[in-house]
């Protein structure tokens, strides 16, 4: 069984109000991190080794260690909860049950970097859940843990939440801070990173839920106990949202040192494959990472299990392997289309395009156009090739990630399953009625 350190307390009922949670240990990290130096804070976070639970996985503490200092300029931490990649609601679980962790994680990072004013800033579609942060700040408010010299410390910190109008690019951090300026949510060049240039041109430190969360039992047990669950550089504990043809979808927490196989079929996790059927392919790490056939998800290319952490999944680079991404773990039966499939996030991605740039506005119509022509059966075989052609264009050619994230499922669709866009396009007739996966298996 993984160690909780996030979930631990999710089951207490009323965990989600603020005597609960303190009744129950909650804002002792607070308490004692209040008690150390910002950079003995730091330290900890950095020993932790905790990586970004947003997707990119970039090391927390070194992207703290970036943020600027000049003098006389307010500092901000936004946390970012525009969790929108579909497969992924690992962050909504969070605040929806346990916005008080947020709240304390979010303590404690704004006392490490400085921020007396930080912002949670949550997709529109999350629409009740602001008034649940927000109770849970005038909460903690009235506990003397926000607000002004906060438990006689001299330190203040206000959090404000901000709702997202709904598009998917606000979750780029730059977008982010544009959107939360009151501008339309274009992704900005970079450099200059927030770190340096962010919210209002102040250094400011953008991180997921999750990852500020996780801050709290880092400080709690402290960084190097942190860094002593899981594996290599996958330390510390991962929530993974769990959906698509299983028996159990849902949010888990895992301590990374579990197989694929074990995830996808114990009763511990996912409980199988739905109606006792096979399993064809996942997608682990939300929409955006590259889908992974079921023999390669199970087995490394040397044959040795696949794990659930960072290094495993992307065992094998980008040719055989994919990625931890935001932990949302999508599940493919063996009756599920690939092309179809791929075509339907072609068109997400094509509808969430800023269009700042052209590889990602034009290429994404362009792929989708072409996937919805196959999947009717009315591709030729070239257009694969057309196909591939316009995802390497649109690949490192764009100014945020989301034209990679395009181009990524795209890409790994072809490798791994040609045969199946070849299948519909030598089978008009049968494309329409039938897939790849029920004639072929
Ligand atoms: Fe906008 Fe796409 Fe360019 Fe990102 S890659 S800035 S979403 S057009």
Not at 82 to 108: A, N, V
Not at 209 to 216: H, K, R
Request: hydrophobic share 35%; aromatic share 10%; proline share 5%.
């Amino acid at each position: 069984m993984s160690k909780k350190l996030l979930l631990k307390n999710a089951h207490i009922e009323g965990i989600r109000y603020f005597e609960t949670y303190r009744k129950n240990g909650g804002y002792e990290a607070a308490e004692k991190a209040l008690k150390m130096t910002p950079d003995e804070i730091l330290e900890e976070v950095k020993a932790s080794g905790l990586r970004g639970r947003g997707g990119a996985g970039f090391p927390t503490g070194m992207k703290w260690s970036f943020l600027a200092k000049p003098e006389g300029v307010p500092r901000h931490l936004v946390v970012n909860a525009d969790e929108s990649e579909p497969g992924t609601f690992k962050d909504r679980y969070l605040m929806e049950f346990l916005p008080h962790l947020l709240i304390e994680g979010m303590l404690i990072s704004s006392y490490c970097l400085g921020s007396n004013v930080s912002y949670i800033y949550i997709r529109g579609e999350y629409s009740w859940i602001p008034d649940i942060l927000e109770e849970a700040i005038e909460e903690a408010k009235a506990a003397g843990f926000l607000g002004k010299n906060i438990l006689g410390t001299g330190f203040d910190c206000e959090i404000y939440v901000q709702r997202g109008g709904g598009a998917y690019i606000c979750g780029e951090e730059t977008a982010l801070l544009e959107s939360l300026e009151g501008k339309r949510g274009n992704p900005r060049l970079k450099p200059p990173f927030p770190a340096v240039k962010g919210l209002w041109e102040r250094p400011t430190v953008v991180n997921n839920v999750e990852s500020i969360a996780a801050v709290v039992p880092i400080i709690e047990i402290t960084g190097a106990e942190y860094a002593k669950i899981g594996v290599g550089r996958s330390t510390g504990t991962k929530l993974i949202s769990a959906c698509g043809n299983i028996n159990k979808p849902g949010v888990y927490e895992i301590d990374m040192t579990i197989t694929v196989e074990e995830f996808i079929y114990s009763e511990e996790y996912c409980g199988g494959i739905k109606d006792g059927k096979r399993l064809k392919a996942c997608i682990p790490g939300g929409s955006s990472v590259p889908i992974v056939p079921a023999n390669l998800l199970l087995k490394t290319v040397n044959g040795e299990p696949r794990y659930m952490n960072y290094e495993s999944l992307a065992d094998g680079g980008f040719a055989t392997g994919t990625m931890m991404g935001s932990g949302g773990f999508i599940v493919l039966d063996e009756d599920q289309c690939i092309v179809e499939h791929t075509m339907t996030l072609a068109r997400f991605y094509n509808h969430e395009s800023c269009g700042q740039c052209t590889p990602c506005r034009e290429g994404t119509g362009w792929m989708y156009k072409i996937l919805k022509k196959i999947e009717k059966g009315e591709g030729k075989m070239e257009d694969i090739d057309l196909l591939w052609d316009i995802q390497r264009k649109i690949e490192g050619n764009t100014i945020c990630p989301l034209g990679d994230a395009a181009a990524w499922p795209v890409a790994a669709a072809i490798r791994h399953f040609r045969d199946e866009f070849e299948w519909h396009i030598k089978n008009p007739e049968l494309s329409q009625t039938q897939n790849y996966g029920l004639a072929h298996y």
